[in-house]
């Protein structure tokens, strides 16, 4: 291997480091509570160096959340466009309930920052999923009028599970699946 190529494998795993430490201070002190010494401290860096990186703590908050809360949601869109719209249906909630389970301090933390700090620009990630859903449920062919319903219904679901979490695999797909049975019982073409 090259030695560019080292350097830059090296400075991508730093990236990841920084933004793996800046998440859980973020989880741990919210947004406003947070500093770029103690996310630097926690990475094992300095702060000068965590500037090389992002130009801000914004940049760091936005970098470290929205591949996580966006990106998966994009694939999974993606990944079902073949599937009958029951199954994407299934697929979509799924995913987001899995999302839920495995980042839910965080998930907390970004809708609770979104509704205290301005400067925070939460509420894009918040409107660029629900534009994604907005996507997933048009692409998924139901009636023009019933899609906000819809969407309204996913969400709140999905939310649910932000409130009421469940850890039994089993128990989580017989929801789901009585969930898909709900939204599709006049919703869904097959």
């Known amino acids: ?85 029951k199954e994407r249906i299934k697929q979509l909630l799924q995913d987001r309930i899995t999302l839920i389970s495995k980042h839910h301090r965080l998930i907390k933390m970004v809708l609770m920052e979104d509704q205290i700090d301005d400067e925070l620009p939460s509420v894009h990630l918040i409107s660029k999923m629900i534009r994604l859903l907005k996507q997933a449920i048009s692409e998924i062919q139901v009636q023009k009028e019933k899609e906000e319903v819809i969407l309204r219904l996913v969400m709140g679901m999905i939310l649910t599970f932000l409130f009421m979490p469940e850890n039994d695999k089993q128990k989580v797909n017989q929801i789901i699946a009585q969930m898909v049975d709900s939204i599709c019982i006049e919703n869904c073409k097959e």
């Open 1 to 85: 291997m090259n030695h560019s190529i080292q350097k830059r494998m090296k400075k991508e795993e730093r990236e990841q480091q920084i933004l793996e430490a800046a998440r859980n201070v973020f989880i741990e002190k919210g947004y406003r509570g947070a500093t770029t010494v103690e996310i630097a401290q926690r990475a094992g860096i300095s702060e000068v160096t965590l500037f090389r990186y992002f130009s801000s703590k914004q940049d760091i908050f936005m970098k470290s959340i929205e591949p996580i809360l966006t990106e998966t949601l994009q694939e999974v869109i993606q990944t079902s466009n073949r599937l009958s719209s």
